[in-house]
T-cell receptor
Framework: NAGVTQTPKFRILKIGQSMTLQCTQD?????MYWYRQDPGMGLKLIYY???????DKGEVPNGYNVSRSTTEDFPLRLELAAPSQTSVYFC??????????????FGSGTRLTVV | SQELEQSPQSLIVQEGKNLTINCTSS?????LYWYKQKYGEGLIFLMM?????EEKSHEKITAKLDEKKQQSSLHITASQPSHAGIYLC????????????FGKGTTLSVSS
C-alpha cells in the first residue's frame, strides 16, 4: 500500500538550476494535484490533472510545468529555480468522487531550498 | 473563488485543557476536511464532514459542520502534547475531482 510517493524528500538548488519533482500513485486515481506550502500560508494549488494527457493551472502556476503521460505519474518541473520557489511541495491524488474521504491522498512532501 | 479562514492562527494551551479551532468558508460548504500536520511531515487525515449538522469524533477530537454559518469547528478535549501540530481545514468544490482549497492553518502548542 504505497499510496502517493514523492521523491526526493529534500533538495537544495542553486538559482537558475532546474529539477523535476517526482510523484507516483498506485491507486489508479484519475485526479492528481501539486501543492506548495509556505509557512503560515496553508497549501496553494500549483497544477492539477484530471487524467492522462490532461493538465491545468491552479492558483500559483508561474515558474512550474507539469506533464501527465500515464495515470500513475505526475512530475512537476522547475525550469529556472528562484528563491521564491523555496517551499514544501505536496503531491496528492483522488478518485474524483466527491465526499469519499479515501479519495484525497497526500504524499509525504519534498522540501526544496533555492539558494 | 472560495476562501477558508481559520481561527485562531495559533494557540498555546496547557495540557488537559479543551480547545476549539474554527474554519469559515466564503462560499457554501460541500465536503469539509480536517488534516493534522506535524512539522516537516505530511498531512494526516482526521475526518471529513458533508452534511449540515454532521458531527464526527476520533479519539478526543470532534468536528462539526454548521451549513448555515458555512463553518466547521474542531474541538479537542483534554489536550495532550501529542495533539500539538498544525491543523488545516480543506474544502472541495462540490464536484468530483475538484482540488481541495485550504485554510492557512492553526498552529497548536500544548504545554505540559
Amino acid at each position: 500500500n504505497a499510496g502517493v510517493t514523492q521523491t526526493p524528500k529534500f533538495r537544495i538548488l542553486k538559482i537558475g538550476q532546474s529539477m523535476t519533482l517526482q510523484c507516483t500513485q498506485d491507486m489508479n486515481h484519475n485526479y492528481m494535484y501539486w501543492y506548495r506550502q509556505d509557512p503560515g500560508m496553508g497549501l496553494k494549488l500549483i497544477y492539477y490533472s484530471v487524467g492522462a494527457g490532461i493538465t491545468d493551472k491552479g492558483e500559483v502556476p508561474n515558474g512550474y510545468n507539469v506533464s501527465r503521460s500515464t495515470t500513475e505519474d505526475f512530475p512537476l518541473r522547475l525550469e529556472l529555480a528562484a528563491p521564491s520557489q523555496t517551499s514544501v511541495y505536496f503531491c496528492a491524488s483522488s478518485y474524483g468522487i466527491t465526499g469519499d474521504y479515501y479519495g484525497y491522498t497526500f504524499g509525504s512532501g519534498t522540501r526544496l531550498t533555492v539558494v | 473563488s472560495q476562501e477558508l479562514e481559520q481561527s485562531p492562527q495559533s494557540l498555546i494551551v496547557q495540557e488537559g485543557k479543551n480547545l476549539t479551532i474554527n474554519c469559515t468558508s466564503s462560499k457554501t460548504l460541500y465536503g469539509l476536511y480536517w488534516y493534522k500536520q506535524k512539522y516537516g511531515e505530511g498531512l494526516i487525515f482526521l475526518m471529513m464532514l458533508q452534511k449540515g449538522g454532521e458531527e464526527k469524533s476520533h479519539e478526543k477530537i470532534t468536528a462539526k459542520l454548521d451549513e448555515k454559518k458555512q463553518q466547521s469547528s474542531l474541538h479537542i478535549t483534554a489536550s495532550q502534547p501529542s495533539h500539538a501540530g498544525i491543523y488545516l481545514c480543506g474544502a472541495d468544490g462540490g464536484q468530483a475531482g475538484t482540488a481541495l482549497i485550504f485554510g492557512k492553518g492553526t498552529t497548536l502548542s500544548v504545554s505540559s
